[in-house]
């Protein structure tokens, strides 16, 4: 991609926890992926930068040693010289922040997150109080509502995402429990939005959402039943299919390129040959590959 005016961003990880093949799955999907060779879809995380010297990740998987060595921006230019100048979390679940231990060696990670994630982080999972025996952490809060700077003229806004979903470490959090992001180019007015995980587009989320250019948007399920043994509501996210699913109400949000992202390894569209697929495209909706890189 050429250097220009805008903001990058790479898709890191275009699947959802477990990846695309899951380890101990054999479904249909699982089992096309092996035969076929691929493509294979690593955890969900972006890469964001206004300059493509600097970057900006959005969750950090378990897979993003490898997802920084498939992408040469992201590469070091020295010893220890990182382009990666931070990350923001959108929640604590364990395929967003895993990959934090893997930034051990860095003297130190500077972090945005919301007071709920950072609670879950250190009381629940324990993965930020493990991260800080090795390396120091700069914690930013992250509030929702609120505008942040960030650099290089890229700015963003964090924006609550109301979940069902069970509370793994019964901490009781709430409030900023989930967030999206909506970033923008001060310099060109361009927004991104970024919104892995949804459970119900209300009529808050919408305005979040609303003209922004570019919105990357939470794929995890087909349809509700999908998973055996508990709904794609049940988990925290809208199916993609149904009439009050996400694929129905995206002509509704005016927003400029649709993009699916965090597919779970069950989901159908992540064959570029099946029907759901198909309609997903007839949409006018696209389905993001490790790798694909927007200008917005």
Known sequence: MERGCGVWVRVLGSAAGGGSPQWNCGCRVCTAVRVRGGPVRTQSSIAVSADRER???????????????????????????????????????????????????????????????RTTLCDGSGVLRTLERYCAVDWRAVVPGADLPLADGLSCRAFDVPTTKHDRFGLGVDHGRVVGYRLTDERTGGTLVYLPGVQALTAALRTEIAGCRCLLIDGTCWCDDEVPGKTSRDMGHLPVEGRDGSLAQLPSLGVGRAIYVHMNNTNPILLDDTPERRIVEEHGAEVAMDGLEVEV
């Open 55 to 117: 970057w900006l990740l959005i969750n950090c998987s378990p897979d993003v040693r490898t997802q920084i060595e498939a992408a040469p921006a992201l590469h070091p230019h020295g010893a220890r010289a990182t382009p990666i100048a931070a990350v923001l979390l959108t929640d604590a679940e364990l395929d967003h922040t895993l990959g934090l231990l893997l930034l051990r060696e860095a003297r130190t990670v500077l972090l945005y997150a919301t007071a709920a994630v």
